[in-house]
């Protein structure tokens, strides 16, 4: 009696520390980004070694692990306009019906148409991104280019903001401050969202949303 009380209070401890631990949220709703790490060298016992950095380099990157900075500068503006009009008319007529110089009543027949139609349409569409994203080199390609990938979670006092890029750099475009503009990453794909009080305040309620979506017949 004793060793099984013993055994159940050991459980019954276990059970509470584990349902004690708060599982962690997830700010994103996408995947987190996995860190490519370097393989590891061996050790010649030489005095040189290739991963020492030099004094007389920069620290531009150029190796897996190695980080570099992406200054967003990206600017969209889009606009569009279409006008369709037409007209078209119609008319027929049918004198009245006579015979040996006599006519017959209003036997006559007139019929019009007319008909037209005019539509005009504008769409414009203007976007702007700034800041900067510390990112981290994935891989190397064969002819030099760098993979890179990095996001930023930010908590702020009214929701949450969300930031991730990836695309390919060239190591030459990159400045001696170990900074790119976005506007040299190449495949790039950012993804910028919030969540939270403000974003909710922006966004539109479902019933406004039925009514102006594609399913309202009027």
């Not at 599982?23 to 070694?49: K, L, N, Y």
């Amino acid at each position: 009696m004793i060793r099984s009380s013993f055994a159940a209070t050991i459980i019954t401890m276990l059970l509470v520390g584990c349902a004690s631990k708060a599982p962690i949220a997830q700010v994103s709703d996408e995947a987190p980004i996995p860190v490519t790490r370097a393989a590891a060298r061996g050790v010649s016992g030489g005095v040189f070694s290739s991963d020492a950095l030099s004094l007389t380099s920069d620290a531009r990157a150029y190796r897996v692990g190695d980080v570099v900075t992406v200054i967003l500068q990206e600017t969209t503006q889009a606009s569009k306009r279409a006008g369709t009009s037409f007209n078209k008319g119609s008319s027929v007529g049918i004198a009245p019906l006579g015979a040996l110089g006599k006519t017959f009543g209003k036997t006559g027949f007139d019929a019009s148409a007319d008909r037209s139609f005019k539509g005009d349409s504008t769409s414009t569409q203007q976007n702007a991104l700034s800041g900067a994203l510390t990112v981290i080199v994935q891989e190397v390609m064969p002819n030099g280019l760098l993979r890179v990938a990095g996001e930023k979670n930010m908590t702020l006092n009214q929701g949450e903001e969300f930031l991730r890029l990836k695309g390919y750099i060239r190591a030459a475009d990159v400045d001696a401050d170990n900074q790119v503009s976005s506007l040299r990453v190449a495949n790039a794909r950012i993804a910028y969202s919030a969540k939270g009080v403000l974003a909710d305040a922006n966004s539109a309620g479902w019933l406004t949303r039925f009514f102006t979506g594609p399913l309202m017949p009027f």
